[in-house]
Structure formats: C-alpha cells, structure tokens
C-alpha cells in the first residue's frame, strides 16, 4: 500500500510534464506526417507530369523525419523528469523527510522509475504506436511504411529513458560538478551515441541494456549509501 501511495504521487508530479509531451508530439507528429502526404501528392503529380518515377524524388521512407522529432521530445522528457523527480528535493532539501518516513528506500527509487515509465509509455509510446499505423494503413503512402521505422521510433524513446537515469544520477550525486556529479550524463551520453549508429536493432537494445544496467546500479548505490 505504501509503494502504491509513492507512485501516485510520483504520477501527479509527472502528470503536468506527460500532457505536454502528449502536446508537442501528438501535435508536431501529426502535422509532419499530414505534411509528408501533402509532398507526396506534389511529387507524384510532377513524377507524372515530367514521366519520372515517385522514388527519384523521395529517397527515404514517408515518416522518416518522424525520428528526429521523437528523439527530441524523448530527451527533453528525460531531463525534465530526471530535475522534477531527483533534483528538485536534492535543491528543496525534501529528502530527508522522504527517506526517515517508515518507507524502503528501494521502494521511493522503484515508484520513481515506475511514474517515469508510465510516462514515456503514456505520452510518446501510445502516440508513437498510432501515428505509425495511421501512416501504415494502405492507400496512405506511394512508398511502404516498413516496421523497422516503428522499431527506431521506440529505439529513441528508449533514449530519453536513458538520459533520465543518467540526469537522476548526477541530480543524487553527492561529488562536485567539476569532478565526478556529471558522470550520469556523460554515460547517457555516451550509450545514446553508440544506440543510434548502431546498425541493427539488436545491436542498439543491447547498448541500451548496458548502459541502463551501468546506470540503475549507479543510482540504487549512490541513493543508499548517502546520508540525507
């Protein structure tokens, strides 16, 4: 019962941050993909008219500039997620009054991540998910939609997870900011550079789970070792 009151609270502070994310993203998503169906029938009408094909015109799958869009939104998500939910009480000195309440201390980490989750899933998974199908459906699009897109879109999403940790570790460290405070953002860092260029699928979820793992222990150990 204690872990559930942790996470509505942690939902309520994540509430207002997930609207507007549901926002900007179901908004600026929906007007690039209406954008890339307003292009196509300029290209298709002129491919016609000058007897060349529609793919001389458009090299790359109809929702392509969906991804920088979906990374954007991610990692801006992950920040403010990482202050709202671990820096501000380390700024307010709420801590204390947190971790002295007859609460495991694993539990106020784990309802932490749980909200954040929730979040991601809630504000960019679900609208993820529908403007993929609604791009996929026949007729959409000359060109296909393939599934991997939509396996990429989540892949980004995954990085503003992993930019959260890393902002949740370097909100808890207890070190100065010019020696080690920022070692959670330089690993966040660091796994999203090597997730996106991978070249598979696999090969980015297996980043991801490496740096995710580095860093959930980082922040399981810091939090627990600290004296608040």
Do not use: D
């Not at 993909?33 to 793919?55: A, D, S, V, W």
């Not at 106020?108 to 979040?119: D, L, N, P």
């Not at 879109?153 to 570790?169: D, F, K, R």
């Amino acid at each position: 019962m204690k872990f559930t009151a942790l996470l509505k609270k942690e939902l309520r502070i994540c509430l207002p941050w997930q609207l507007l994310c549901i926002l900007v993203f179901g908004l600026f998503g929906t007007l690039l993909i209406k954008g890339t169906m307003l292009n196509q029938k300029h290209y298709l009408e002129r491919g016609y008219q000058e007897n060349h094909p529609y793919y001389n015109y458009v090299p790359h799958t109809p929702i392509y500039e969906t991804g920088p869009l979906i990374l954007m939104v991610a990692l801006a998500l992950g920040i403010v997620l990482g202050i709202v939910q671990f820096f501000l009480p380390e700024l307010f000195s709420k801590w204390a009054f947190t971790i002295h309440r007859s609460i495991n201390p694993q539990a106020i980490i784990w309802s932490k991540f749980a909200a954040a989750g929730v979040t991601f899933f809630a504000s960019m998974g679900l609208l993820w998910t529908l403007l993929y199908y609604y791009a996929a459906m026949p007729g959409r699009f000359y060109l296909p939609v393939f599934f991997r897109t939509y396996l990429e879109g989540w892949i980004y999403i995954l990085a503003g997870l992993i930019v959260y940790w890393g902002t949740a570790l370097s909100a808890i460290s207890t070190t100065h900011i010019y020696t080690t405070r920022l070692l959670g953002m330089a690993i966040a860092t660091g796994t999203i550079f090597f997730m996106i260029f991978q070249t598979s699928i696999t090969g980015a979820i297996t980043v991801a789970a490496v740096g995710a793992i580095i860093l959930i222990v980082q922040i399981f150990h810091t939090f627990l070792a600290r004296e608040f």
